[in-house]
Each structure stands twice: as structure tokens, then as C-alpha cells.
């Protein structure tokens, strides 16, 4: 099975908060990242959490990490219209600096 | 500004033909990785580079060669032999090895005439 998992599609309305999950397998994953990718552009990090932490809050995203479940999720308070795109959750464990990538979430935002 | 580069945007191959993408940055990262993306299957790692003139296979290099001659540049080619190249394909860079942020290129769209 995949090392990170995700959900392909959310759906939320505009100014409601965004809830995007994502679990993993490896107890020693020692990062967690989670990036945006807009249609037709690369990658770029919105946020990431170190795994002594249980939560990191930066302005309108609220990380929260349940290590015992293996359980990462990216709150998005005030969803915009903006904010529509793929959402990617990725993991560094101790033994490889190599991240592991999620499928992606695509979070479509309608008025 | 610093960043990483990659062109062209948009690149067609034909049969049995090599095509080279170009990754440049300027960041003076250490390490630089090459991603392949296709619909709902995320990003699998092809090829990625911890210093100059080191290089090592990803989950999917079959098909595909690397270089690193110099710090900055990554160039990734495309063979022939691999049959299935239509894909989105991203470079990205890191400071050192060791868990830290990647900084990603805004990716070559690579299609099969």
C-alpha cells in the first residue's frame, strides 16, 4: 500500500473551513509537509510541523498531528476561492531524506 | 530573484526521439530531484542529486538519464526507450539533505506528437 494516503476531492463552500486529512505509515517520519500546487504550476509549501509537535497554527491554517494514529490534517479556516487547488501532504522519515508524496487532494471552492 | 527555473513550459517528442528538460536554480541548494506527475497518481521521484557530480535513481528512472555538472543545473533527459513520457514533470531543490523544504520549478509539460 502507499506510504502517504489521501482523499482525492473536497468540496466546501466559500467561507466555510477546510478540513484536508491524510495518513501515513512510517512511525519515524520525522517531518510533515503539506504544499499547494494551482493548476498548471509547480509545487509551493505552505506549511510543515515537526514530529514532536501536535499542532502549528499559521494565520488562516491550523496543522494538527496525531502521531499515535498516524493521522496528519490541514484546517483552511475561511475557505476563499483562491484557495482551490491540489492540496499534497508529504512525509521525511529518519532514515531517507527523500519526501514521500500523497496523491493530492483537489479542494474545489464554490460560492 | 532567486529561484528555480525550468523550460521549456511546453515540449513535444516525437517517436523514438531523446528530449532534454532544463532545471536551473540559484538558490545554491545542495540538492536537486526530478518528479514526475500524472493525473491522481501524485509525484513519483525519478532521479535526485545530493552534490555535484553524484546522482541516484528514484522509484521510476528507467527510461531516463540525469547530469549534474554543475551546482545549479540538473538537465534530465528523456529517452527513447522510455514508452510512456507524456506527464508533467517538476525539479525541485533543497538546501541539504535532511528533511528540509523543497523548492519547486513551475514544471515542463511533456507530450508525445
Known amino acids: 500500500g502507499e506510504d502517504v494516503e489521501q482523499s482525492l476531492f473536497l468540496s466546501v463552500r466559500e467561507g466555510d473551513s477546510s478540513v484536508i486529512n491524510c495518513t501515513y505509515t512510517?512511525?519515524?517520519?520525522?517531518?510533515l509537509y503539506w504544499y499547494k500546487q494551482e493548476p498548471g504550476a509547480g509545487l509551493q509549501l505552505l506549511t510543515y510541523?515537526?514530529?514532536?509537535?501536535d499542532m502549528k497554527q499559521d494565520q488562516r491554517l491550523t496543522v494538527l498531528l496525531n502521531k499515535k494514529d498516524k493521522h496528519l490534517s490541514l484546517r483552511i479556516a475561511d475557505t476563499q476561492t483562491g484557495d482551490s487547488a491540489i492540496y499534497f501532504c508529504?512525509?521525511?522519515?529518519?532514515?531517507?531524506?527523500?519526501?514521500?508524496f500523497g496523491r493530492g487532494t483537489s479542494l474545489i471552492v464554490h460560492p | 530573484d532567486g529561484g528555480i527555473t525550468q523550460s521549456p513550459k511546453y515540449l513535444f517528442r516525437k517517436e523514438g526521439q531523446n528530449v532534454t528538460l532544463s532545471c536551473e536554480q540559484n538558490?545554491?541548494?545542495?540538492?536537486m530531484y526530478w518528479y514526475r506527475q500524472d493525473p491522481g497518481q501524485g509525484l513519483r521521484l525519478i532521479y535526485y542529486?545530493?552534490?555535484?557530480?553524484?546522482?541516484q535513481k528514484g522509484d521510476i528512472a528507467e527510461g531516463y538519464s540525469v547530469s549534474r555538472e554543475k551546482k545549479e543545473s540538473f538537465p534530465l533527459t528523456v529517452t527513447s526507450a522510455q514508452k510512456n513520457p507524456t506527464a508533467f514533470y517538476l525539479c525541485?531543490?533543497?538546501?541539504?539533505?535532511?528533511?528540509?523544504?523543497?523548492?519547486f520549478g513551475s514544471g515542463t509539460q511533456l507530450s508525445v506528437l
Open positions: 512510517d512511525s519515524s517520519s520525522t517531518y
Open positions: 538558490l545554491n541548494h545542495d540538492a
Open positions: 542529486s545530493q552534490i555535484v557530480n553524484d546522482f
Open positions: 510541523i515537526f514530529s514532536n509537535m
Open positions: 525541485a531543490s533543497s538546501l541539504y539533505r535532511g528533511g528540509e523544504k523543497l523548492f
Open positions: 508529504a512525509e521525511v522519515t529518519g532514515g531517507s531524506y527523500i519526501p514521500t
